[in-house]
T-cell receptor, first 119, second 108 residues
């Protein structure tokens, strides 16, 4: 199958600091990756689409200057939460599409998530 | 009307029962339909995927897509306590859209 990893799995930081989260596709290449945020008992909320070699596309209401996305290679996308505040505390999940053998579509494979707590 | 509707539950059923999870959608352009399972504080895990209409079976899981009714279902046979999780439906044409997820509890 297609494996996506995230690092770190959890992080605690002070208010005002920046936090970087990495998303890697381990056994396939991904020109596109997606970043989601999930609050407790809520569904996934798409934040942005990360595109290798070009600028990320942000969903309405997501501040691009606060959530910096860099898709430096075909296997790595990073999300940096700048000047984090307690309201940014959430579960951040990335995903990448991978075409499975014998199937015509692109299925999304998710990383294990990163739990961010801002004090 | 939201693009994808899914009852959040929680849904509690006894061990061994058949579980039926459903989603409705409004966009007739959706072609790919998926079900994900998410355990608490974990990323979603792809369970089933279906292209267009029809049924697909994998072990105890069966996915059904009825495009004429814009309705998809996931059936779990012989449910186990380890099936307790949140189940998210998802569908896509170009962009993937998720349901809000249904919390399922299998009671031992």
């Amino acid at each position: 199958g297609a494996v996506v990893s995230q690092h770190p799995s959890w992080v605690i930081c002070k208010s005002g600091t920046s936090v970087k989260i990495e998303c890697r596709s381990l056994d396939f290449q991904a020109t596109t990756m997606f970043w989601y945020r999930q609050f407790p008992k809520q569904s996934l909320m798409l934040m942005a689409t990360s595109n290798e070699g070009s600028k990320a596309t942000y969903e309405q209401g997501v501040e691009k200057d606060k959530f910096l996305i860099n898709h430096a290679s075909l296997t790595l996308s990073t999300l940096t939460v700048t000047s984090a505040h307690p309201e940014d505390s959430s579960f951040y999940i990335c995903s990448a599409p991978a075409r499975l053998a014998g199937v015509g579509g692109n299925e999304q494979f998710f990383g294990p998530g990163t739990r961010l707590t801002v004090l | 009307q939201k693009e994808v509707e899914q009852d959040p539950g929680p849904l509690s059923v006894p061990e061994g029962a058949i579980v039926s999870l459903n989603c409705t959608y409004s966009n007739s352009a959706f072609q790919y339909f998926m079900w994900y399972r998410q355990y608490s504080r974990k990323g979603p895990e792809l369970l089933m995927y279906t292209y267009s209409s029809g049924n697909k079976e994998d072990g105890r899981f069966t996915a059904q897509v009825d495009k004429s009714s814009k309705y998809i279902s996931l059936f779990i046979r012989d449910s186990q306590p380890s099936d307790s999780a949140t189940y998210l439906c998802a569908m896509s044409d170009d962009k993937i859209i998720f349901g809000k997820g249904t919390r399922l509890h299998i009671l031992p």
